[in-house]
């Protein structure tokens, strides 16, 4: 039994093994940068929605929102339609192209600094440190039983945390609605089931993912730790740990010589304060989100013992084997693959604006009624409908001039709208920042058709600017 | 009872304590949160039985507390639909079919509704988009066989042709052939003038003889047709029987007719006026 070769005779590790991390509390450099980032990032999260910018009577004054019901999304001056979803699409590129950038240059600072997770995460375990206290608090309580208390201070943080995850769903919801009006509903009952179900939705996983989860969302779930090793060189920044003045370890006692013995006192400091809960003394790994906590909590160590600081720093590999044999560092921020990401940052940003500023104010769709696709007229001439679809994406009345070219003689109609000109001539109105659509009939004579096909076209004159877009299409008759 | 219940020394589990033939079976019991799920289910379940219909009885099933169908939510939701197009139905019920057409707002409506009402019901003969078909006349061009003006086709839609409907459409052409009324080669004749007709030509002597006597009362002198007797133009080239010169004698000798339902007896008058504004959209009336 013991040798069965499906289980090589002993137990096999699992894929999964969960052990609770209790994060300590650290002070330093890179805890200040965390913090800042978490108000700023969390200031910009809740604020943005609330910024105001005119538009003039009749559109909606928030400076960034999202109307779903009016299918627009507005960003300040820039406004877009659907059909322009793929300013998105550029967004995400640059997004994604500048986590790249940010990766190569500085390592993870997007996973340790920025990301919704780490600045959720930050805050979730500050509440808890104020319900529960810190590590070493935290971790007995853990260990006794249940007790009054102990429920107590459990429910405070929930209450807590189920308060600022609410809230971040709510931010959520305020961006896809006037925020003033949003907020107040949202206090009287007023607001929508949409708004509460977000608020729920976004606020449940704020509340899981980041009073919960925490670093498994990191070690299991994010694909990002799985392959940003791909944007890593030796030039990048990354939490490294110098084996070379740290070994061998030991705990210090009276007497030793750190001349003769590794800096590191093996106090595990660095290992309390880790989010992720691993060791950064075994290297760089997945779990290591480049937070750089461990520094700071390393760097307090090195001081009292008065040792040089930077046992564990934040640093590319270069420039520590550059400083593992006493050489100057040296720091290389220009090199082959930072240049390809800016290129290609600024191509897509230089497409995005230049689209952007030469995107055209009016757009003509224009449907060939299919059925029937023709029709003789008692006279004998054919006759064509079309449904001729105006955008016009400025918030003004604009009157366009409809007129056609490619068929001989072909006079036209439209349905509720006087023709002008023998038939030659119909002037469309639009309404401002709306879609109108019209039926177009065109009739011409059987003689100035091609056969079962005839090219044709609507010129749609601009009667302020002048411009004209041409829309070609296609005139349907009977085979000749 | 299990009484012998063991550490097995592989896996470090119990076992169940019962042996069969010297067999032993580790005791693996279900996870908790299993369990627990299926504890809720159960509870979920027995709530059902309560609040939802769940139980077939002898005379049909029991209802529940909340008496929930999903027929009488379909009701619930055709109901509110009803009371959402209320003022649009009260504004259409108001107006005649002119004022519909020349107001662009009820317009606009109308023809929207208008194009579902005609391809659940008027699609099915006439084509979609009124393209119509061999007998079923088509409705986007301008050929009008009982009027194309708002006013005629809304009396149209709503009382229908040759059915029972004391306002029904009603006109006959005569069975010429059939009845003996003309000769076989005066309908030849007759037939061969219709089509120089159709094509803007002169027909001969004969045949403009024939159709001044016999045709000319109901589908005019120079064949332009009569609304009012649902008399068609014959001097172009649309055609309900299509216009060789064989389909001609057919329906000269023995006339084909067709007929079409009184729709005011099956939609209600707002549903009647929307389909009247969109037919006409279709080729612009007359």
Known sequence: MNSDPACGGKRKQALYEYKKVYPRKVYGTFRKLKWAAVVVLLAIWHLAPFLRWDRGPGAPDQAILIDMAGRRAYLYNIEIWPQEVYYLTGLLILAAIGLFFVTALLGRVWCGFACWQTVYTDLFVWIEELFEGDRNERMKRDGQPTSVGKLLRKAGKNVVWAAVSLLTGLAFALYFQDAYQGVRDV????????????????????????????????????????????????????????????????????????????????????????????????????????????????????????????????????????RSKGLPPRIRLIRGRTIGYVAIMGLVGSIMLYTLLNRSTTEVNVLHERSPLYVTLSDGSIRNGYVFKVLNMVRETRSFELKLAGVEGATFSAIGLPTEQDGTRIVLPVAPDAVADFQVFVTARRDALAGKRTDLQFLLTDLETGKTIVHKTMFAGPEQ | ???????????????????????????????????????ACTLWAIYEWVVMPAWPTADGYTKG????????????????????????????????????????????????????????????????????????????????????????????????????????????????????????????????????????????????????????????????????????????????????????????????????????????????????VYVHSLGGGK
Not at chain 2, 13 to 22: A, C, K, S, V
Not at chain 2, 28 to 38: A, C, H, N, R, S
């Open chain 1, 187 to 322: 206090f009287t009952g007023q607001a929508s089931k949409a708004t509460y179900g977000f608020m729920v939705l976004f606020g449940g996983f704020c509340w899981l993912l980041a009073g919960y989860a925490r670093e498994q969302v990191c070690i299991y779930m994010c694909p990002w730790p799985r392959f940003q090793a791909a944007m890593f060189d030796e030039d990048s920044l990354v939490v490294s740990y110098e084996g070379w003045r740290g070994e061998p370890r030991g705990h210090y006692k009276k007497g030793h010589d750190f001349a003769e013995r590794g800096h590191c006192v093996d106090c595990r400091l660095c290992v309390h304060v880790c989010p992720t809960g691993i060791d950064i003394r075994n290297g760089s790994q997945l779990a290591c989100i480049g937070c750089a906590l461990c520094v700071d909590a390393c760097n307090s160590v090195m001081d009292r013992f008065g040792l040089p600081r930077g046992l564990i720093s934040y640093d590319s590999v270069d420039n520590m084997a550059a």
């Open chain 2, 1 to 39: 009872m299990a009484t012998n219940v063991e550490k097995d020394p592989v896996t470090g589990q119990y076992t169940t304590g019962h042996e069969w033939d010297g067999i032993k079976e580790l005791n693996t019991p279900l996870p908790k949160w299993w369990v627990y799920v299926f504890y």
């Open chain 2, 65 to 276: 507390i909340e008496g929930y169908s999903t027929r009488g939510e379909l009701a619930k939701e055709l109901a509110a639909v009803k009371e959402s197009r209320k003022g649009w139905i009260t504004r259409f019920e108001a107006a005649s079919v002119e004022q519909i057409a020349a107001d662009p707002e009820l317009r606009k409506y109308a023809i929207a509704g208008g194009r579902a009402m005609f391809a659940e019901n008027c699609a099915p003969c006439h084509g979609s988009g009124g393209a119509g078909a061999y007998g079923y006349p088509t409705l986007a061009d301008d050929e009008w066989i009982w009027g194309g003006s708002l006013a005629d086709v809304h009396q149209t839609i709503a009382y229908g042709v040759r059915n029972t409907n004391p306002q029904s459409r009603q006109g006959i052409m005569l069975r010429f052939g059939v009845d003996g009324l003309l000769t076989p080669d005066q309908i030849g004749q007759a037939a061969d003038y219709v089509v120089a007709l159709s094509k803007g030509e002169k027909g001969d002597a004969a045949g403009t003889e024939l159709y001044a006597q016999q045709c000319a009362a109901c589908h005019g002198e120079s064949g332009e047709g009569m609304a009012a007797l649902g008399a068609p133009a014959l001097n172009n080239g649309i055609w309900l029987y299509k216009g060789g010169k064989e389909d001609l004698v057919k329906q000269i000798t023995n006339p084909k007719h067709g007929d079409m339902p009184a729709w005011a007896e099956r939609l209600d008058a707002a549903t009647v006026k929307q389909l009247a």
